[in-house]
């Protein structure tokens, strides 16, 4: 991996244009140039190799984790896999998916939304410390306190779900069917250290669980068993099981 991205940065350096920046690459590189002269810099390589590894593992860990939540779950409730698609041939067709497509399609949001409620892949967070002496429902807290601020404590509250213990996409939709926006959904966590990835996430997970239930009808072997217990992981994966992906013709 480490070799894979300094590789990938000798190649951009040779090429590196500063007036046709193309990444965050491209701009760290130009940042190290005009701080060339400073010591210390921050933006020397072994900075930007930490950058794009944290980045790469930040991102693919967690949203192919979410996503096999995700295949699971649609293996588990058949019927809730046939109201996404559904929704995808209505509103997408044969047309390959879009971002704009998801505010026309607010069931699929929600079912996205309940496999990232329901799958809780960071339970405990980051661990974080308070920057000032804190109050907090009595308790007193002195700066530095060591904090495990816990996801699942939210996303598994009944006072904001319904049924938290269940996968219940119900969670995020009004009465008529409209997606309904939950305060209480905090599978990114919340305040100034919450995932920088959140929008990018969002989106990845949109395009690749409607690209694959446009496409596929994702099936349990036959007489298999589904279970929902979640192993152990990095991130809270869920216990492989075998998958059928049926072709929808
Ligand atoms: C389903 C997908 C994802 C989930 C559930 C998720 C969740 C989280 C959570 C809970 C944190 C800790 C926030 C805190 O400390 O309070 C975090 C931090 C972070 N995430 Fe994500 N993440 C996802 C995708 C991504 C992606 C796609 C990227 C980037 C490409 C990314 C990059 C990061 C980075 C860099 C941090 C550290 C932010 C900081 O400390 O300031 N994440 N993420």
Same mark, same amino acid.
């Given at each position: 991996?480490?070799?894979f991205?300094?590789?990938?940065?000798?190649?951009?350096?040779?090429q590196?244009?500063?007036?046709d920046?193309r990444?965050?690459?491209?701009?760290?590189?130009?940042?190290?140039?005009?701080?060339?002269?400073?010591?210390?810099?921050?933006?020397?390589?072994?900075?930007?190799?930490?950058?794009?590894?944290?980045?790469?593992?930040?991102?693919?860990?967690?949203?192919?984790?979410?996503?096999?939540?995700?295949?699971?779950?649609?293996?588990?409730?058949?019927?809730?896999?046939?109201?996404?698609?559904?929704?995808?041939?209505?509103?997408?067709?044969?047309?390959?998916?879009?971002? +704009?497509?998801?505010?026309?399609?607010?069931?699929?949001?929600?079912?996205?939304?309940?496999?990232?409620r329901?799958?809780?892949?960071?339970?405990?967070?980051?661990?974080?410390?308070?920057?000032?002496?804190?109050?907090?429902?009595?308790?007193?807290?002195?700066?530095?306190?060591?904090?495990?601020?816990?996801?699942?404590?939210?996303?598994?509250? +009944?006072?904001?779900?319904?049924?938290?213990?269940?996968?219940?996409?119900?969670?995020?939709?009004?009465?008529?069917?409209?997606?309904?926006?939950?305060?209480?959904?905090?599978?990114?966590?919340?305040?100034?250290?919450?995932?920088?990835? +959140?929008?990018?996430?969002?989106? +990845?997970?949109?395009?690749?669980?409607?690209?694959?239930?446009?496409?596929?009808?994702?099936?349990?072997?036959?007489?298999?068993?589904?279970?929902?217990?979640?192993?152990?992981?990095?991130?809270?994966?869920?216990?492989?099981?075998?998958?059928?992906?049926?072709?929808?013709?």
């Amino acid at each position: 991996m480490r070799q894979f991205v300094t590789g990938t940065f000798t190649k951009y350096k040779d090429q590196l244009d500063a007036n046709d920046q193309r990444n965050l690459i491209d701009a760290f590189f130009i940042k190290q140039q005009e701080e060339k002269s400073k010591s210390p810099t921050y933006f020397h390589d072994k900075n930007l190799t930490a950058v794009i590894t944290n980045l790469f593992s930040a991102g693919m860990e967690t949203t192919s984790t979410t996503l096999r939540w995700g295949l699971l779950l649609m293996m588990k409730y058949p019927e809730i896999q046939k109201d996404v698609q559904k929704e995808i041939d209505k509103v997408i067709g044969c047309a390959v998916p879009q971002t +704009e497509h998801r505010k026309e399609m607010p069931y699929t949001d929600a079912v996205i939304h309940e496999i990232q409620r329901f799958g809780n892949i960071v339970p405990s967070n980051i661990p974080h410390a308070t920057t000032q002496d804190v109050t907090f429902k009595g308790y007193f807290l002195p700066k530095g306190t060591y904090v495990i601020p816990l996801l699942t404590s939210i996303l598994r509250d +009944e006072d904001h779900f319904e049924k938290p213990d269940e996968f219940y996409p119900q969670h995020f939709l009004d009465s008529k069917g409209n997606f309904l926006k939950k305060e209480a959904f905090l599978p990114f966590s919340a305040g100034k250290r919450s995932c920088v990835g +959140e929008n990018l996430a969002k989106m +990845e997970l949109f395009l690749f669980f409607t690209r694959l239930l446009q496409n596929f009808t994702f099936q349990a072997p036959h007489g298999a068993k589904l279970d929902l217990t979640p192993a152990v992981g990095f991130t809270t994966p869920p216990m492989s099981h075998d998958m059928c992906a049926v072709p929808r013709t």
